[in-house]
């Protein structure tokens, strides 16, 4: 995805308005938490339901396919379980 730059303009108050635009992209509405992170002096906007998907995203590359990390915890639990 091409980089967009959107500029918004900060009142008195220290308060600016995320456009619709973002919003949406965000998946966002009024009252949402949103999450600011600073890198390198500069701020990135995500939620918490995008962080987990960047994190199952950068999971599914170790896991083959038709796998199940639910059942193999599971299993894992059953096993010690009975080891106990």
Request: hydrophobic share 35%; proline share 4%; aromatic share 2%.
């Amino acid at each position: 995805m091409p980089s967009r730059e959107i500029r918004v303009r900060i009142g008195e108050n220290g308060r600016g308005v995320i456009p619709a635009a973002v919003r949406r992209a965000l998946g966002v509405d009024a009252g949402d938490e949103i999450i600011l992170e600073e890198e390198n002096n500069e701020f990135h906007i995500t939620t918490q339901r995008g962080r987990i998907e960047r994190a199952r995203q950068r999971i599914r590359k170790y896991i083959k396919p038709g796998t199940s990390l639910v059942d193999e915890l599971l299993a894992e639990r059953r096993e010690a379980a009975k080891n106990e």
